[in-house]
């Protein structure tokens, strides 16, 4: 079942000088763990704020085509119906952070209270998110006083509450560390086997090698590369559109190009340890 | 002496909370180091103190000799200076060019020489088309290169970049490299926080790992990412390569592509 669907989408935003999408089509189904990836200014956030219907509800622009959540135009719903089904969190966790409340707890509380979630079901999803967050320590804290990285941890809890069955990650894991980064991709792949359908814009491609069951390249207002992961992680092509590859990835690309032939460009560890398991 | 030296320091916010527990670290003048280690560590903290936006609760801190706490804010600019790890918290001009000539203007210098320390930094941080913008209408990548470009103006002999490369795609991580090698090019020492461990292998070895207020380990890039329990306390993984070479059971201290081609070829 498809549960996102975007029609021939050509985009301008109204500042803008030049269209960021033309003609552009491509269908999500549910259940799918989708990486966005492209170099910055290729458009990934603006087409996740296209998904979200923050364009065109909040922001305009010159917008044809259509884009459907469900078989609805999300052109024609209203932004409140969207928030019930699609959850967002921002490229920049500094500024998902509410501003208005005075504890870590409260601001994960800020946006089920808004949902008009009953207190104790409340308290429940607040109590369970901060423990799959890992994120006990922080909970007394000031928004205002966490380090960068807290931030962005913080801002993936407040929306994760809202048990949304889509949704809309912008560069979740910028400012976290390692351990922490392969945290949330626990997290997501959690939430996947919840069936929930995921939209992941990130850099960090060796962990979307990982994790991501497939994988869309914008470039120049379009789609590039459309494909599953291992398939189009594996192409040295990926590079010349300003995004890395999976450092496997590059290790199997220049051992293939100046040892031997591989007979498969490895994307992740596994498929590494087999094709050089007898090499070494 | 030359450097930077910091000598047990201990720094508490306001409200208490102790983020810096008896720390000391010398930098030598013209070199490059990296500082890694898990969210909430103490990074950013303890290198705000190495250019006085925070000052050390106990404990000392000289730069070239000099006891920061005699310096004023307009003399440690040319000392010490500090990209935000959010460029929010440092952007306040209208346009980018004003926002790099905001530190050259108040040190009141002629604007023939404002517009070529402007024109220099702008053009090594591959802003120059960008000048004229309001910082705030650029995507949040390239306004970290204007944050960049104000310090390399600002003419500091220490540069500090606190998570440079959080959210940069590949051309903006390569052009870091670039910026990297030409400030160490002009003789000044780079000080980077960083949680991507590929560019910390590209670009530098020396390496200073930050766990829980404490530096945990200060060494070699080659020692680091196969010292598990320092991994671990640092919440750090291994590189790809090296988890790779590790699966395989290779010989240690593999940390990239080139090394691991040379080990396999020399089978
Ligand atoms: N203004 C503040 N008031 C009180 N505590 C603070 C303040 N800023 C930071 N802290 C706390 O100090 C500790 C260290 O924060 P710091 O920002 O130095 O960490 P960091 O190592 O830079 O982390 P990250 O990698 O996430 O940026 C954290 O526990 C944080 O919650
Ligand atoms: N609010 C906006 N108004 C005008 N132009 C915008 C706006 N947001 C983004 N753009 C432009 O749209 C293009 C795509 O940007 P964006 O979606 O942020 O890309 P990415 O997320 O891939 O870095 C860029 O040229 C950018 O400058
Ligand atoms: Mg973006
Ligand atoms: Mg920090």
């Known amino acids: 079942m498809k549960a996102l669907e975007v029609k021939n989408l050509s985009f301008k935003y109204l500042i803008g000088k030049e269209k960021v999408f033309e003609n552009l089509s491509l269908s999500i189904n549910k259940g799918e763990l989708v990486a966005i990836i492209g170099r910055n200014g290729s458009g990934k956030t603006t087409l996740c704020n296209l998904l979200r219907g923050f364009i065109p509800h909040l922001t305009q622009g010159d917008l044809e085509g259509d884009i459907l959540l469900y078989d609805d135009s999300i052109l024609k719903m209203d932004l409140s119906d969207l928030s019930d089904k699609i959850g967002y969190i921002f490229q920049n966790p500094f500024i998902q952070i509410s501003g208005i409340k005075e504890t870590v707890y409260e601001e994960i509380g800020f946006g089920l209270e808004n949902l008009g979630v009953p207190r104790d079901e409340m308290i429940r999803r607040i109590e369970e998110i901060i423990k799959l967050l890992k994120i006990e320590d922080l909970k007394d804290k000031h928004p205002a006083e966490l380090s960068g990285g807290q931030r962005q941890r913080v801002a993936i809890a407040s929306i994760l509450a809202m048990d949304p069955e889509i949704l809309i990650i912008d560069e979740p894991t910028s400012q976290l560390d390692p351990k922490g980064t392969e945290e949330i991709f626990e997290i997501i792949k959690i939430l996947k086997e919840q069936n929930k359908t995921i939209i992941l814009v990130e850099h960090k491609i060796d962990l979307i090698a990982e994790y991501a069951d497939r994988v869309i390249l914008l470039n120049d207002k ?39 032939k591989l007979s498969k460009i490895p994307s992740v560890l596994e498929e590494a340890v087999e094709v050089f398991k007898d090499k070494v | ?153 600002m003419g500091s002999e220490y540069i500090i970049l606190d998570e440079p490369t959080a959210g940069q795609d590949l051309d903006g991580l390569v052009l870091q490299s670039k910026i990297i090698d030409e400030l160490i090019k002009r003789n000044k020492t780079v000080i980077i926080i960083t949680h991507d461990m590929e560019f910390v292998i590209d670009n530098f070895d020396r390496i200073v790992v930050m766990a829980n207020k404490k530096i945990v380990a200060d060494s070699t890039k080659k020692e680091i990412f196969w010292d598990f329990e320092i991994l671990d306390k640092a919440s750090l993984k291994q590189p790809y390569i090296s988890k790779l070479a590790h699966d395989l059971k290779m010989k240690n201290y593999i940390i990239d592509i080139e090394g691991f081609i040379a080990e396999v070829k020399n089978k």
Do not use: H
Request: proline share 4%.
């Open chain 1, 222 to 260: 379009n789609i590039v590369f459309d494909g599953t992961t291992s398939e189009i992680l594996s192409k040295e092509d990926v590079m010349s559109y300003g995004t890395n590859l999976p450092q496997i990835a590059k290790l199997g690309i220049e051992y293939n190009n100046k040892v031997e």
């Open chain 2, 1 to 153: 002496m030359n450097g930077i030296k910091i000598d047990n320091v201990v720094f508490n916010y306001p409200n208490g909370f102790c983020a810096i527990d008896d720390v000391s670290l010398e930098i030598t003048k013209g070199e490059k180091i990296a500082i890694i280690g898990q969210n909430g560590a103490g990074k950013t903290t303890f290198v705000k103190m190495m250019n006085n936006l925070l000052r050390p609760t106990e404990g000392t801190i000289t730069v070239d000799g000099i006891d920061l706490k005699e310096l004023t804010t307009a003399q440690i600019s040319k000392k010490v200076g500090y990209v935000f790890q959010n460029p929010g918290d440092q952007l306040f001009n209208r346009t980018v060019y004003d926002e790099i000539a905001y530190n050259p203007r108040y040190n009141k210098l002629e604007e023939s020489k404002v517009k070529e320390l402007v024109e220099d930094a702008a053009e090594l941080c591959g802003i120059t088309q960008y000048l004229k913008s309001n910082p705030y209408d650029l995507p949040f990548g390239l306004r970290k290169f204007v944050t960049i470009a104000c310090v390399i103006a």
